[in-house]
């Protein structure tokens, strides 16, 4: 299961790109898209970001 993102809260700063150790995530129309299918769950996207946009 993928991570969720919230795309109102979403700044686009890429921190969850970054800190991704699978290059699940990647920012699109400037907010964090993740790819499912490479989501390993670890939850460090969900560490890294600065406004808590991501979650479980």
């Known amino acids: 299961m993928a991570v969720k993102i919230d795309k ?3 700044i686009g700063c ?5 800190g991704c ?3 699940a995530l990647s920012l699109e129309d ?6 499912e ?9 969900i560490a ?3 406004v ?3 979650s479980e």
Do not use: M
Not at 30 to 35: F, P, R, S, V
């Open 14 to 18: 890429g921190a969850c790109v970054d």
């Open 21 to 23: 150790p699978v290059s």
């Open 37 to 45: 299918s490479t989501c390993i769950d670890c939850g460090a996207c």
């Open 30 to 35: 400037g907010k964090a898209k993740c790819d």
């Open 52 to 54: 808590q946009a991501i």
């Open 8 to 10: 109102d809260t979403c």
């Open 48 to 50: 890294t970001c600065p």
